[in-house]
């Protein structure tokens, strides 16, 4: 049975001064992460922004399989649409390239919850098993292709999006919004603040810049998908075209005619190509970007349509290199047309040279609004995901799309990884009786052995250019600016919020048993460099540093060391206000990085109404006699002298622990103290897995709030009798003359 007691209420400046260091000078701050699938202003043909012609994998970003074990998602329905539940890992046939494979592993999941265990299979017990289902929520990353969706679908998409956020994101769920002009700047980011996702979302404009019908003298107009047809020598368009040109300009003779034609359609379909590029890019980047996440993944993709004309030689790779990586990074993709229910295709007879008795135009019209669709339609087929088309219900779609994403099943196995430079085809299919839709991935490329010795010669060639230093900066910078943070170092961030008046502090943790070590005159020693970055909601760098960490650890107390976490700390006063918050660790034994972001909200106090500070946790740092039962200490006693801070991003306590904590409350209204007593009172709970495992009762503060309507209150819970775990700690205070409530909560771990 947990008890709780109260300790004496101190000035918490005094207190935090003690351990708190001070900021030290900014230096230079990194830029913003870069945005992906920007054109530059001259928007040059795409050559040079792609592979080489006839290339079969990206020399300069060769992919390899993470791990041997490759993870497939793999939804199954009836003839009606229907989830088929219930099935086992016997029930599959799955085959890469027409040879059948050993299921590894199998798990089902339904409503986003596991079915049962995983099921093992007989590989060696070091393979690590594959989660269907992370812990901590699920994944989304939501691209909206602005560079194609026309202005007029715009606000309906908006709004069907806040929609998606407010409905569909749940607590514990994460999501990346990107748009393919890469102008949402430094809020390209994965987070699970709806606050974020909704800023991200609003700022979306129409920036369509696809080139629906170009011209080329007085009343000629030529869409996109016939400049794609005039560079295949299709006969029937060129002639068609040509002749709408010389009713355009009549006199014009027939050769100049076509001579002007293909120019212009050389030019239309360059930028066009330019354009399918980045927005393919950018859906890559978003698929490699969740990669850094467990489980399985849902890619939202949210398009007018656009054409990738496969009959040119990069084609067929550029849709190809983006499912690869979706496969890889274990990415399901729901296609979502912004530009809901198109009537049949056609043209406006009154539109200048357009009139088209022959039918040629209208047969064309009719062709383009098919292949604005071909793309998109296959990266949902080819991912396992599923496409909507023809409907205004946006916002219905977006909820069917996850729904849909949260039952299917998990298959794994080892591919052959074989660096032969192929695209590998996976088929999935039951050995039952009856008719079943399968959806799932359907393959990867398998880089070439070439491929992997250059790239890997290229970038030690590259480095070799760089002193350690700038190399660690780098690769700090970089992990910094990516929308997902890497994760080889699983980093952990948090901020501590007490007053407008002083400084925010900021606490990093890293995991000691992710760091390498080397023997260094008897030590196990490293030096890692840590860059630290603080963005207001423009994206203006506050503050900026780039430190180092130099760890030395005595043999013998390693393996301890390596059970617990090494941390930093930096402060800053901040103006009320939306904040970014990063930090990048890079360890240069293992080339491994890891980074983190979070959002902060710096409140306004003097009109914020009654509010608690940020929690601050502490712990007893020897036993101490007094007993968790007793009740408060009488004003002017002190604090215990056997405190100690613990750092704030981890929050880990042993059981049985006394989890010791101190808060402000602000704006306290004054009235006249009840029985000699303040009229404020706390109530501390503690919950595990939303069920209360422990509710205390009020216990009214022992001394009036300060002048400044301030009042700061510290507590004690025993956690005997608690297992390990994760749990929330949560503070209610309540004013009794006012009826009024402010509550604070914040997890914290039992190992």
Avoid: C
């Avoid at 299921?103 to 594959?130: C, H, K, M």
């Avoid at 019209?365 to 669709?373: D, E, G, M, P, T």
């Avoid at 930093?568 to 970014?580: E, H, I, V």
């Amino acid at each position: 049975m947990l008890k709780a007691s109260g300790l004496k209420p101190t000035l918490l400046t005094l207190f935090l001064a003690g351990w708190l260091p001070l900021a030290i000078l900014a230096q230079k701050p990194p830029a913003p992460p870069a945005a992906p699938g920007t054109p530059p202003a001259d928007a040059p043909k795409a050559a040079g922004q792609e592979p080489a012609p006839g290339q079969g994998e990206d020399e300069e970003d060769v992919i390899t399989l993470g791990t041997e074990l490759l993870q497939l998602y793999v939804s199954v329905t009836d003839k009606q649409g229907r989830p088929v539940n219930n099935l086992q890992r016997e029930h599959f046939v799955l085959r890469e390239d027409g040879k059948p494979q050993d299921i590894a592993f199998f798990s089902a999941v339904a409503n986003g919850v596991l079915a049962d265990d995983p099921e093992a299979s007989t590989e060696p017990e070091n393979r690590l098993r594959p989660p269907a289902v992370t812990p901590e929520g699920r994944y989304f990353a939501l691209v909206v292709d602005d560079l194609h969706i026309a202005p007029g679908n715009f606000l309906p998409l908006r709004n069907a999006l806040l929609n998606f956020v407010e409905k569909n994101i749940v607590e514990g769920d994460h999501l990346l919004v990107l748009s393919t002009s890469g102008t949402l700047g430094f809020l390209q980011q994965m987070t699970d603040d709806r606050r974020i996702m909704r800023l991200a979302i609003e700022r979306l404009t129409p920036r369509n810049e696809a080139v629906d019908q170009g011209s080329f003298g007085f009343g000629f107009t030529m869409t996109d998908y016939e400049a794609f047809l005039v560079e295949r020598n299709d006969r029937q368009t060129i002639d068609f075209l040509t002749q709408l040109y010389i009713r355009s300009s009549p006199g014009t003779p027939p050769n100049q005619a076509e001579t002007l034609v293909r120019a212009s359609a050389r030019s239309i379909a360059q930028r066009t190509e330019y354009l399918t590029t980045s927005t393919l890019e950018t859906i890559r980047a978003a698929a490699l970007a969740l990669g850094n996440y467990p489980g399985r993944k849902t890619l939202l993709l949210a398009t007018d349509g656009f054409i990738n004309d496969e009959f040119n030689r990069n084609g067929r790779f550029r849709i190809q290199r983006v499912l690869d990586a979706a496969t890889r990074a274990g990415v399901t993709v729901y296609s979502i047309h912004s530009a809901g229910l198109e009537v049949a295709a056609g043209f406006d007879a009154s539109q200048p040279g357009r009139f088209d008795p022959t039918g040629i135009g209208l047969s064309l019209a009719s062709q383009a609004q098919q292949a604005r669709q071909d793309a998109f339609r296959e990266l949902a087929a080819a991912t396992g995901g599923l496409t909507f088309v023809n409907t205004n219900d946006l916002s219905g779609a977006f909820s069917k799309a996850v729904a849909d994403a949260s039952t299917y099943y998990a298959l794994a196995y080892y591919p052959d990884k074989k660096p032969d430079g192929r695209f590998h085809k996976i088929e999935v299919k039951l050995n039952l009786p009856g008719s079943f839709t399968i959806r799932t991935q359907q393959g990867f490329f398998s880089p070439s052995e070439k491929s992997i010795q250059k790239a890997a010669g290229k970038k030690k060639k590259q480095d070799a250019k760089l002193s350690p230093e700038a190399l660690a900066a780098r690769e700090v910078k970089a992990a910094l600016g990516a929308p997902v943070p890497p994760r080889d170092i699983p980093l952990r961030l948090a901020s501590t919020f007490v007053s407008n008046d002083l400084e925010t502090s900021f606490s990093l943790a890293f995991p000691l048993k992710d760091i390498a070590f080397r023997d260094v005159k008897g030590r196990k020693s490293n030096t890692l460099t840590m860059g630290f970055v603080v963005f207001d909601l423009n994206g203006k760098a506050l503050m900026a540093q780039e430190d180092t960490i130099a760890l030395n650890i005595l043999p013998e107390r390693l393996a301890l060391a390596q059970a617990g976490w090494g941390s930093q700390t930096k402060s800053l006063k901040l103006a009320p206000g939306m904040y970014n918050v990063r930090a990048a660790i890079y360890d240069p034994i293992t080339e491994h990085r890891g980074a983190v972001n979070r959002w902060i909200e710096i409140p306004n106090v003097s009109k914020a109404g009654m509010m608690l500070s940020d929690i601050i946790f502490l712990q007893v740092a020897q036993p101490t006699a007094t007993e968790p039962g007793d009740s408060q200490p009488v004003a002017g006693q002190a604090l215990p002298p056997n405190l100690a801070p613990i750092n704030q991003a981890v929050r880990r306590y042993p059981a049985g622990a006394q989890l010791v904590f101190v808060v402000t409350a602000h704006n306290v209204p004054k009235g006249k103290p009840t029985a000699g007593k303040s009229n404020l009172a706390f109530q501390t709970q503690i919950f595990r897995d939303k069920e209360a495992v422990y509710v205390s009762p009020l216990q009214r503060t022992q001394s009036p709030p300060n002048a400044d309507g301030t009042l700061t209150y510290a507590g004690q819970v025993s956690l005997e009798g608690l297992a390990a775990g994760q749990y929330r700690l949560k503070l209610v205070a309540y004013e009794e003359t006012t009826k009024k409530t402010a509550v604070q909560s914040q997890d914290f771990t039992i190992h």
